[in-house]
């Protein structure tokens, strides 16, 4: 895909179409941005050869990077709101969109509160549990960023389906939520849910206080 050709003279302030690409897409930005995580870490693992002192600076390099990116996102919406036209549809496009919603959770100014990207995780995945007779349920989250999950149904079990289940309801809570720092999974005495490992973060800088968390803990609640 590629944006328009803008023709001589012309600007996005004239015609903010220039922007879009063929099929719609803004610009060019929409690349897969855990390949693009990925391969900051092989690239940073490649500066290792050069021994700690090239690892550390390249690490400093890409906390400035995002750093600076950050701040330009904050202001742009600091200016959105001043202008009057930031929106709740505004914002609810932002919390929508898969790229710009990553992009603002890595730098602290999602427009959604914890709670609600949880359960919006949890409505993405309940289809799937549903069609393998399984369902999960938001108990609370703790003031350390726990989230504390009531399994039902076949996902409240010990066998493999159940720790699929237990697993794609938590890697969807993560996606949605990577500063919650662990996972306590309501189930019965005799059916202890699957652990799973948290996804490694990545060399992006988050805001304090959100550092990886523990595996997962399972508890005996009713």
Not at 54 to 60: I, P, T, Y
């Amino acid at each position: 895909m590629s944006a328009r050709s803008a023709a001589p003279g012309a600007s996005v302030l004239d015609d903010p179409q220039l922007l879009v690409d063929t099929d719609g897409a803004v610009g060019a930005g929409r690349s897969d941005l855990r390949a693009v995580g990925d391969r900051i870490e092989t690239l940073l693992d490649a500066s290792s050869a050069g021994g700690i002192l090239v690892r550390e600076r390249s690490e400093e390099l890409v906390r400035l990077l995002a750093d600076l990116y950050g701040g330009g996102i904050e202001r742009i919406m600091e200016i959105l709101y001043e202008q009057g036209v930031l929106t709740g549809d505004v914002l609810r496009a932002m919390a929508d969109d898969d790229l710009v919603a990553s992009l603002l959770l890595v730098h602290g100014l999602h427009p959604e509160g914890l709670s609600t990207r949880v359960e919006r995780a949890l409505d993405s995945v309940r289809p799937s549990l549903a069609s393998r007779g399984g369902d999960a349920e938001l108990v609370g989250i703790t003031d350390d960023g726990v989230v504390q999950l009531r399994l039902l149904g076949s996902a409240d079990g010990c066998g493999s389906s159940a720790a699929t289940m237990s697993a794609a309801v938590q890697e969807a809570i993560l996606q949605a939520a990577p500063e919650v720092s662990g996972f306590d999974l309501h189930a019965r005495p005799s059916a202890p849910a699957a652990g799973r490992g948290l996804i490694p973060l990545t060399v992006v800088p988050h805001r304090p206080g959100r550092s990886p968390a523990p595996a997962a803990r399972t508890s005996e609640h009713p």
